[in-house]
T-cell receptor, first 114, second 112 residues
């Protein structure tokens, strides 16, 4: 079974702090994704990566950056956390090839920025 | 306008009822996914469809490509089916087609 793990289930940070959210997958997937999920808005893509050191902006990249130094690990960075970044953050991974694009999700990190 | 629309937003049912959740999309797609999210939990993929119909246990998913519409049916619903059900599509837009576009979800509550 594919396992996608996230470093924290719950996180509380203060405005202006630098925040790292870590995601690790154990199935050698090429693609990894970071989403945020907010009530009434659904899942929105922040960034995705299709290979080591490769990344593309999603729909809402402002205020975020990412890092993919190893295939299994994809980090989301909030350079200076703000209260409007309070949200549920979900990581996912999938195989590269079109037609096998089932995404496997991590358990989520609920981030609160005070 | 959201490219993926789900209805209803909220659905309450009694145990044993037959349930239908609908998903409509406005652009060409190459695949459609149905996902399930339990309260406080992660998201699990239920189905991936590009045509026709798929069945897994009490769950059935159908898609009509011409009408740009998909349905998720749950037969003999049970309280453990209570969850948010999310429709997501992979657009036929070329380029970076690894991305999914998500509906806002349908919150299903099944009462005993």
């Amino acid at each position: 079974d594919v396992k996608v793990t996230q470093s924290s289930r719950y996180l509380v940070k203060r405005t202006g702090e630098k925040v790292f959210l870590e995601c690790v997958q154990d199935m050698d997937h090429e693609n990894m994704f970071w989403y945020r999920q907010d009530p009434g808005l659904g899942l929105r893509l922040i960034y995705f990566s299709y290979d080591v050191k490769m990344k593309e902006k999603g729909d809402i990249p402002e205020g975020y950056s990412v890092s993919r130094e190893k295939k299994e690990r994809f980090s989301l960075i909030l350079e200076s956390a703000s209260t409007n970044q309070t949200s549920m953050y979900l990581c996912a991974s999938s195989l590269r090839f079109v037609g096998t694009d089932e995404q496997f999700f991590g358990p989520g990190t609920r981030l609160t920025v005070l | 306008k959201n490219e993926v629309e789900q209805s209803p937003q909220n659905l309450t049912a009694q145990e044993g009822e037959f349930i239908t959740i609908n998903c409509s999309y406005s652009v060409g797609i190459s695949a459609l996914h149905w996902l399930q999210q339990h309260p406080g939990g992660g998201i699990v993929s239920l189905f991936m469809l590009s045509s026709g119909k798929k069945k897994h246990g009490r769950l059935i998913a159908t898609i009509n490509i011409q009408e740009k519409h998909s349905s998720l049916h749950i037969t003999a619903s049970h309280p453990r089916d209570s969850a948010v059900y999310i429709c997501a599509v992979r657009l036929n837009s070329g380029g970076s087609n690894y991305k999914l576009t998500f509906g806002k979800g349908t919150l299903l509550t099944v009462n005993p």
